[in-house]
């Protein structure tokens, strides 16, 4: 479908919506840059005739191309809908849902556009971007106000959310995880051999049962600074990117967390900004915050770094796909998430993948971590 095609369509269906009302006017609509795990655009309309001019996101469910096996923008809507209803949490304002994709060929979510700036930058947030504009005070007011968001998410009574479990059978959230992630991994790899995600994922399989058991909360599924946008005052203004949402151990979250902090800091060689918290201060401000112990932690890194070395596998398919990578990249096999992985699972490290280098913004001499 063309631009101009999305563009009439909206125009034809939005003043059918009771949030935009029979005199909606749009007055631009492009694409943006961003969403690896969905298409953007940013809407712009006015409600009534002299109002003023308003800014929305429209977030559209990937189909064909996409990074995970069963996207539904249904579900997303849901989560972020009960987040907003049963908690403190800053979320986008949802305005608007066609669940059927009849107006733009797929399901998609409009929702008011938050302003606020994320953490965002290749090769890393401790080199580029926000972070790198503030003092060490205010560097670990946004860490610290990020694991008050998620520590919130996670104190959301799971019964809010039931919509997120039941799907994949019996068992904790966890088992219910690792059955999905078995089967996306399959569809992702298709019969190759990936041999490190290979091995982490049989180790993740082999220990679940070595895991202490923790009662299951509402997880957030993707907790990085990077989805958080924050307020100049350093507050947080909008937690985003909600379709990883699953019901689980807190643990998981926090590993995950750690494994993306370690991504942007250690596994590329990045000293961390004076302020920004190390491992031992995010788990203590967590623990201080959420009121609770967190147990396993090296397991769920391990399962983060699996779950990004996923995602590059089909992000590379589709870049080769695209023309944009060589098929012969090793990328999807050595990279900052696999090189994490194997380290933590004490098998060889593999040397970083040039076209990751470069993806990244890396160094071309550069080897990330050491084995």
């Known amino acids: 479908m063309t631009h101009a095609d999305r563009e009439r ?18 007055v631009s609509l492009r694409t943006l840059a961003g969403g690896q795990s969905s298409e953007l655009l940013s809407l712009e309309c006015r409600r009534r005739s002299g109002d003023a ?3 929305f996101v429209i977030r559209l469910e990937q189909r064909g191309k996409q990074l995970f096996l069963a996207p539904d923008i249904v579900r997303e809507y849901r989560v972020i809908d009960a987040v907003a209803r049963y908690s403190s949490v800053p979320v986008p304002h949802l305005e608007a849902l066609d669940s059927e994709g009849a107006v733009l060929g797929v399901p998609f979510l409009i929702m008011r556009h938050v302003d606020g700036r994320a953490p965002l930058g290749r090769p890393s947030m401790h080199i580029v971007g926000m972070l790198t504009e503030l003092d060490p005070a205010q560097r670990q007011q946004v860490a610290f106000n990020g694991i ?16 997120l479990s039941g799907k994949a059978g019996g068992g904790n959230g966890i088992d219910r995880h690792l059955r999905q992630l078995t089967d996306w991994y399959n569809w992702a790899v298709a019969g190759r051999a990936f041999p490190i995600t290979d091995y982490a994922l049989d180790y993740l399989i082999r220990h679940r049962s070595a895991l202490k058991n923790e009662d299951d909360v509402l997880l957030w599924g993707d907790a990085r600074p990077g989805n958080i946008l924050f307020g100049r005052d350093q507050s947080v203004r909008a937690v985003l990117d909600w379709e990883g949402a699953f019901i689980g151990p807190r643990s998981l979250d926090v590993g995950y967390w750690i494994m993306m902090d370690m991504f942007h800091a250690e596994s590329i060689g ?5 302020g920004w918290p190390s491992e031992a201060e995010v788990l203590a401000r967590y623990r201080a915050s959420a009121q609770a112990e967190l147990h396993d932690l090296d397991y769920f890194v391990v399962l983060g770094a699996f779950f990004i070395a996923t995602t590059l596998i089909r992000a590379v398919d589709i870049a080769v796909e695209a023309g944009r990578l060589p098929a012969q990249t090793q990328m999807a096999h050595a990279n900052t998430a696999t090189q994490i992985a194997a380290e933590r699972l004490g098998i060889a490290i593999p040397p970083l993948s040039p076209d990751f280098k470069a993806y990244r913004g890396l160094r071309a001499d550069f080897t990330g971590i050491s084995a």
């Open 9 to 26: 369509r909206l125009r034809e269906w939005l003043p059918s919506q009771p949030n935009f009302g029979p005199e909606a006017e749009i």
């Open 53 to 55: 001019i308003e800014q």
């Open 148 to 163: 008050d968001a998620l520590a919130g998410i996670h104190a959301i009574d799971p019964c809010h959310a039931q919509i």
């Open 270 to 274: 990045a000293p961390r900004l004076a």
